[in-house]
């Protein structure tokens, strides 16, 4: 079967640096995407990865391994408007997207 | 209109009614699309259709129907609405079906009693 593992939930101070992992099993890969949701909110689109490597956009950078299966997302620098929901989402081999179930950020003051 | 806009916002229904969500996009994008968003599940793929005139089944298409007649709208159709498909449906569209990034709609809240 398909499966794209995401942590529930993460706490993270305002300033520092937080690291959410996804690791996938799906049939086929043709690429990786974060999204951002806030609650109540639409999913909106913050990073796409086909290759191995980093790519960095501003204080969000997304990393992927397809030979372990593995992509993480890391936000730098957080802000209380960071406080949502990441989510994970692997393009299979159908072009179709199959999604995690998303980790709640929680921000700290 | 700016991307794709969703109606209603919100609906309470009584099991057994039938119901249809809208969903119009002014992007002109050839690929259309419906997900449920459960908690504690992901966003998971009702139907979809990949150009206007042409339609398919995603994970859970049981219950749903769509229809892709122009570019721009894509209703889906709940025939007789029961408990489990309570839920936040979210339409999104993308440039074509193949690798190009999904644009989410504001998602309509559905509660069937």
């Known amino acids: 079967g398909q499966n794209i593992d995401q942590p529930t939930e993460m706490t993270a101070t305002e300033g520092a640096i937080v690291q959410i992992n996804c690791t996938y099993q799906t049939s086929g890969f043709n690429g990786l995407f974060w999204y951002q949701q806030h609650a109540g909110e639409a999913p909106t689109f913050l990073s796409y990865?086909?290759l191995d490597g980093l790519e960095e956009k501003g204080r969000f950078s997304s990393f992927l391994s397809r030979s372990k299966g593995y992509s993480y997302l890391l936000l730098k620098e957080l802000q209380m408007k960071d406080s949502a929901s990441y989510l994970c989402a692997v393009r299979d081999s159908n072009y179709q997207l199959i999604w995690g179930a998303g980790t709640k950020l929680i921000i700290k003051p | 209109i700016a991307g794709i806009t969703q109606a209603p916002t919100s609906q309470i229904l009584a099991a057994g009614r039938r119901m249809t969500l809208r969903c119009t996009q002014d992007?002109?994008?050839?690929?259309m699309y419906w997900y449920r968003q459960d908690l504690g599940l992901g966003l998971r793929l009702i139907h979809y259709s990949n150009t206007a005139g042409t339609t398919g089944k995603g994970e859970v298409p049981d219950g749903y129907s769509v229809s892709r007649a122009n570019t721009d709208d894509f209703p889906l159709t709940l025939a007789s609405a029961v408990p489990s498909q309570t839920s936040v449906y979210f339409c999104a569209s993308s440039a074509s079906g193949g690798a190009d990034t999904q644009y989410f709609g504001p998602g309509t809240r559905l509660t069937v009693l």
């Open positions: 992007m002109r994008h050839n690929a």
């Open positions: 990865n086909v």
